[in-house]
């Protein structure tokens, strides 16, 4: 990773707004050498032509062919002192600025091509560094597969302690369900007793009045039924108090 980020913070080897600067100057240098260009074809077209038109005209007037020869020189002073130096200064820089732009090309070239070298490590890095990484997913799986019976025993507290939970819960039902069935067996005795001393009643007042075998017949000489409330014991229970669970 730190590679990949230095490879991105590369310096460039040529400063492009510099040079991009430079071009721009660089073109208007050339506008300008072209327009002397120009001028000075121009003005050698007008001088051949003036210099045909003497020649055919005036063959034998040597005065106005000196002066046609006159003007031109005047013409050949204005080129010599300001326009051929000039557009010999011109053409130095452009050929300053052409070989410094060769020179920029090169450095580029042989950047991009560093460059080039340095992303072809950089992949083939990747790829070893890929490999290694499945390996080395495979080694963690096959570690974490031989060490599962490791999360067993971390639970094994955490099922320890709710098992002792568990015994004070079913205690505390027990005791809640015998209170229960006490009170049922409560209630059903004293139904019991009331229905006893009604059948009581019943037989006192019509024992005299009919026979003892018409009583038998319809069974109305027996007792109430009983309810018998049975629970099983809890003592099997384990004797465990919730402050046998602060320590865990």
């Known amino acids: ?63 106005t062919f000196l002066g046609e020869c006159g003007a031109l020189q005047s013409m050949n002073e204005v080129h010599m002192n300001s326009h051929i130096p000039r557009i010999e200064e011109l053409f130095n820089k452009l050929e300053r600025f052409t070989k410094h732009c060769i020179d920029c090309k090169n450095a580029m070239s042989r950047c991009v091509h560093s460059q080039m070298k340095s992303i072809a490590v950089l992949q083939n890095r990747i790829s070893v560094t890929r490999n290694k990484l499945s390996a080395y997913k495979e080694v963690a799986r096959n570690i974490e597969d031989a060490c599962a019976h490791l999360n067993l025993v971390h639970d094994i507290p955490v099922a320890y302690s709710n098992c002792l939970k568990e015994v ?61 409330v049975h629970v099983s014991p809890s003592d099997d229970l384990a004797e465990i108090q919730e402050s046998d669970l602060n320590p865990l």
Not at 32 to 40: A, R
Not at 183 to 203: D, G, P, T
Not at 213 to 220: G, I, T, V
Request: net charge neutral; charged share 30%.
């Open 168 to 228: 004070i819960r079913r205690r505390k039902f027990a005791d809640v369900f015998s209170g229960h069935a006490q009170k049922f067996a409560e209630n059903m005795s004293s139904l019991r007793q009331k229905e006893e001393v009604a059948r009581h009643n019943f037989e006192k007042k019509y024992e005299g009045l009919l026979p003892q075998e018409l009583l038998f017949a319809l069974k109305l000489h027996l007792a109430p039924p009983i309810c018998e």
């Open 1 to 63: 990773k730190c590679d990949v980020e230095a490879l991105f913070m590369t310096v460039p080897s040529v400063d492009i707004t510099k040079l991009s600067e430079r071009l721009q100057t660089t073109r208007d240098l050339l506008l300008e050498m072209t327009s002397i260009s120009e001028v000075l074809e121009k003005d050698w077209l007008l001088s051949k032509d003036q210099l045909a038109r003497a020649l055919d005209q005036n063959q034998h007037q040597t005065q």
